[in-house]
């Protein structure tokens, strides 16, 4: 009974594995929403085509907003408690920092709506270009919230959280694609802009994973456990769900040059890389508290 | 001086107390009246514990062992569950103790993740006699009863005297005796803590998280046990 010490259940289930998918997806949503306006000329205006997503856009990251922010909260043991980490503000917590930035980003996205229905382009390009920062940081600190952890080498590296950003980009790009496929346009100029983003962020996603696959077999003996673990326990979702399904198939269908700019094609591989974003989140949020259970 | 971000320390410091634990592992004799004794002050709820004793079998019969380990909160010089909790709820005493504001934590749980030692644990919600509940909790090495001159809990009742518990920063105490003359060790001192519970003669088994892995029968169907019914999704949701 006392050889594994039950308390110690790992602390964060599937509430903050949604949250984390589900933020990095309305912070991209937002990237691309704002972007004619922040991006204007630059690349040729590449980033005009997506005007016509503009609003739509908007609604969509405050719906996905006002679902995972209360799911925060209600993830909290005081849920009544969650505006602490403001107000009792902690710097070195990466988790007092997204607090913070998850009320501004919400903030932006209305005042960015506000302005957009007023025709206001100054308020509308400063909400967008800081909105979109704090749309990175979005993923940006529940990776560095994962990293701060030394003690826990699966996650105590500093590819994680650019893996967060990179992972919410295919998420945001699944989002846009979909919406912008229902609604009958995803054209072809979009759809063009949406493969350079989806392309670039499905190569990176392969890199890293290649990356964490030798830091795991090459590194000390946790990270060698944490390789074990993630075998044993979660080898479906790791092998199966996040590197065939989720970045090897929607990076082949990219990288087919005419396919690849298919829209329906294109919103397929951009799902399909959703499905992997959330699945490798979820296998390292998992495994990386499993590696100390035993000890 | 602290480096970086490193808590302010306590070990060495002039002026200051630093309370540690020496827990002599040869004199441990697995009768877990130090588990009784802390469930009893603090009314520890069933489920969690604020500290337990390893219990560890080595070999092949005949040749076997069984080991014991007294675990429990280090009470860290450089506590990363201190650093990372997002409204200092866990704070470090001048002294050494890591304590919790339980009126401040929201039991977000950070600090669980942050301890290498799987000191922390989540007090359920509706208790009946102490209110305290749906915050995180943990070892306080006593600190009401040391502020008054009293020994820990688990340390006034330890019948074989394995658990001993002063100031290491006065060199006549007893653990800053134990510490110089006997061969001691901490736990995962490669992780940058600095944990205050010093060990003597701990086994190998014991202290290497890769070789700590259950080996007797009755330790792996625990394992067992514990894998199928902390998966995934009812890893929280079944704390609370
Ligand atoms: S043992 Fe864990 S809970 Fe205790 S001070 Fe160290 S890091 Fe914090
Ligand atoms: S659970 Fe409580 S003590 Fe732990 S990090 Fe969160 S607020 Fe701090």
Redesign the interface.
């Known amino acids: 009974m006392f050889e594994y010490m039950d308390y110690n259940i790992a602390p964060w289930g599937h509430e903050i594995v949604i949250y984390f998918f589900l933020i990095g997806a309305a912070g991209m949503t937002f990237v691309y929403a704002a972007a004619p306006v922040v991006f204007g000329n630059v690349f040729g205006g590449a980033a005009k085509s997506m005007e016509p997503f503009q609003r739509v856009g908007l609604i969509a990251s405050l719906v996905l907003l006002a679902i995972c922010g209360p799911l925060l909260i209600v993830d909290l043991g005081q849920p009544a408690r969650f505006l602490y980490p403001i107000l009792y503000f902690h710097w070195t917590s990466p988790l007092s920092w997204g607090s913070l930035f998850l009320p501004l980003f919400g903030l932006c996205i209305v005042g960015f709506y506000y302005g957009s229905i007023k025709d206001n382009q100054g308020l509308m390009r400063w909400t967008g270009i800081l909105g979109s920062l704090l749309a990175l940081s979005m993923p940006l600190y529940t990776g560095l919230d994962l990293m701060v952890n030394q003690t826990r080498e699966l996650w105590s590296n500093p590819t994680i959280p650019l893996l967060f950003v990179i992972l919410s980009m295919s998420s945001g790009t699944a989002v846009v694609a979909v919406i912008q496929l229902l609604r009958g346009q995803l054209d072809q100029r979009a759809a063009e802009f949406l493969h350079a983003f989806l392309y670039l962020s499905l190569a990176v996603t392969f890199a890293l994973f290649l990356a964490e696959w030798v830091v795991l077999n090459y590194g000390t003996g946790e990270k060698q456990q944490a390789w074990e673990i993630i075998n044993q326990q979660f080898a479906f979702k790791y092998w199966g769900m996040t590197f065939l399904i989720g970045i090897l198939a929607p990076l082949v269908l990219v990288a087919i040059p005419k396919l690849g700019r298919d829209p329906k094609i294109l919103t397929l591989a951009a799902v399909l890389s959703a499905v992997g974003a959330y699945s490798f989140r979820e296998v390292l949020i998992y495994a990386g508290q499993l590696t100390q259970i035993n000890f | 001086m602290p480096v970086g ?1 490193q808590t302010e320390p306590s070990l060495g410091v002039p002026g200051k107390k630093r309370w540690a634990m020496v827990v002599d592992l040869r004199r441990c004799i697995g009768c ?1 009246a130090c588990v009784c004794a802390d469930k009893a002050e603090y009314d520890v709820p069933l ?3 604020r500290t ?5 079998d080595t070999g092949h019969y005949p040749n076997t062992k069984r080991h014991f380990m007294p ?1 429990l909160c280090n009470h860290c010089d450089n506590p ?1 569950c201190v ?7 866990t704070y470090k005493h001048e002294d050494g103790f890591v304590l919790q504001r339980y009126e ?7 600090c ?7 000191a ?3 007090l359920p ?1 509706n208790r009946d006699r102490v209110k305290i509940g ?3 909790d943990k070892c306080t090495f006593c600190n009401h009863r040391v502020e008054k001159g009293l020994a820990p809990a688990c340390v006034q009742t330890c019948l074989g005297r394995s658990r001993i518990f002063g100031d290491l920063n006065d060199p006549n105490s007893e653990v800053s005796r134990l510490v110089a003359r006997h061969k001691t060790v901490v736990l ?1 001192p490669d ?3 600095r944990p205050q519970v010093y060990y003597i003669k701990p086994d190998r088994a014991q202290t ?3 070789f ?3 080996q ?1 029968y009755a ?1 792996r169907s ?2 067992q046990a ?2 199928q019914r ?11």
């Not at chain 2, 337990?52 to 560890?56: C, I, L, R, S, Y």
């Not at chain 2, 401040?104 to 950070?110: A, F, Y």
């Not at chain 2, 902390?230 to 609370?240: M, P, Q």
């Open positions: 971000l877990m489920g969690v514990w337990t004793v390893k219990v560890k675990r990363p650093r990372n909790c997002p409204t200092q709820a401040r934590c929201i039991s977000c749980r950070t669980i993740a942050a301890c290498p030692y799987n922390r644990h989540v919600k749906g915050v995180v995962k992780k940058g803590t290497e998280q890769v700590s892995a259950p007797s330790a625990d394992a514990f894998y902390n998966r995934g999704s009812k890893f929280f949701s079944g704390v609370l």
